[in-house]
Every structure is written in C-alpha cells, then in structure tokens.
C-alpha cells in the first residue's frame, strides 16, 4: 500500500503562483492530480507516465500548469501559473500501478488527502 502526502497549497491572489509536491511512500507508476471544487465533480487535472514521456493536462490549465516527478525521490510536482479564481479547489495526488496514463479517478489505487487551494480575485 502505498501512501501519497501532499503539500504546497494555499491563498494566492489571481494571477500568482504555487506549486504542489506529493511524496509516495514507494514505488508507483503513472502518477497525477485531481481537483474537486465545493457541489462538483472531483476532476482530472494533470497526469505524467513513470518516465515522463507522457504527459496530459485538461485543457482548462494547458500552459499555465506544470507536472513533473522525480523517480529517485519518489515525487511528483505540480507547478500552477498564471492561476485563476476558478482554480479554487482542493488538489488529490494520485498514482497507481498499471501502465495506463489515466485521466479518471477510477482509474488510480492511491490517493493524498488533499490540500487546499483557494485563487482570490
């Protein structure tokens, strides 16, 4: 069983920045994140491939978010720019241990417990 620990949220006025870690207990496969907003739907965000070779994003943050992991550390990185009001949610890392890149929550057998995240305008 792996565990995944998130960290980074916070209050940020529109336009700024953060960046989120998540830190697996072990070894995983595709790893990426999640958002849920207060009465929604939790909703894919990024994912990247063990390698990193690939890499997808909805496209409500392609070019302003960042994902990246780091094998030896066993990390997984989420770098927000440019961030919006209707960013505003709090963030789930999540990885597994298929080899599928997966952009349902379905699809992953781990998960953070969140950190939140909150674009002020």
């Known amino acids: 069983q792996v565990q995944l620990v998130e960290s980074g949220g916070g209050l940020v006025q529109a336009g700024g920045s953060l960046r989120l870690s998540c830190a697996a207990s072990g070894r995983t496969s595709a790893m990426g994140w999640f958002r849920q907003a207060p009465g929604k739907e939790r909703e894919f965000v990024a994912a990247i491939s063990r390698g990193g070779g690939r890499i997808y994003y909805v496209d409500s943050v392609r070019g302003r978010f960042t994902i990246s992991r780091d094998n030896d550390k066993n990390t997984v990185s989420l770098q927000m720019n440019s961030l919006k009001p209707e960013d505003t949610a709090v963030y789930y890392c999540?990885?597994?241990?298929?080899?599928?890149?997966?952009?349902?929550?379905?699809?992953?057998?781990?998960w953070g417990q969140g950190t939140q995240v909150t674009v002020s305008s």
């Open positions: 999540a990885a597994h241990d298929g080899l599928s890149v997966g952009r349902s929550p379905i699809q992953y057998d781990y």
